[in-house]
């Protein structure tokens, strides 16, 4: 095992939402944005995050959130881990000013695979089932291989996500 899993959650939260976490959490932070949007503060930038994201939060960074700025409530999945071995090969995501590793996962293949092992490890949790903190550690190597690949695919967001949406639907309809 890479990790050991501390929380796997499902959150809605309403547009006047806001929160300062002194200290940030002991624990890495993997969410995933499925609607709605935030502004995120840490290491004094400002990053707004929008549907799609995935994004990896290491422990200890000290933030601010402010959830909203669209019609629907924020929505996300995430898993709260600490690392059990070196993760850094997994985490090799571009890094974001605010402390983040992360990519944009919307239009790319591997969004609802994304999407779905989240789901997964949110019901093992919820139903209790047994080993659900094993099945949750596999979902987040499964999730960060899933965006590094996906990474790769798209060569490191060197090509335009247009172009990619583009070949993908000739491709799938010529």
């Not at 929160?19 to 969410?31: D, M, N």
């Not at 959830?67 to 881990?81: H, K, Q």
């Not at 987040?140 to 993908?168: F, M, T």
Request: hydrophobic letters at 40%; charged letters at 25%.
């Amino acid at each position: 095992m890479i990790c050991k899993v501390t929380h796997v959650g499902h959150d809605v939260c309403s547009a006047d939402h806001k929160f300062t976490r002194p200290g940030g959490f002991p624990f890495y932070l993997l969410g995933y944005l499925l609607q709605g949007n935030y502004n995120f503060r840490a290491n004094g930038v400002d990053r707004l995050f929008t549907p799609g994201w995935l994004s990896c939060l290491p422990p200890h960074i000290e933030y601010s959130v402010c959830f909203g700025g669209g019609e629907l409530p924020w929505t996300g999945y995430y898993i709260c881990f600490t690392a059990e071995g070196d993760i850094e090969d997994l985490l090799a995501l571009p890094a974001i000013p605010t402390g983040h590793r992360g990519i944009n996962l919307r239009g790319l293949s591997c969004e609802g695979q994304v999407l779905e092992a989240f789901r997964e490890a949110r019901a093992w949790k919820v139903e209790n089932r047994l080993d659900w903190e094993r099945f949750a550690a596999n979902t987040v190597e499964r999730i960060l291989l899933l965006a590094k690949n996906a990474l790769r695919d798209s060569e490191a967001g060197k090509r335009d996500l247009r172009i990619i949406k583009a070949q993908r639907y000739l491709g799938e309809h010529l």
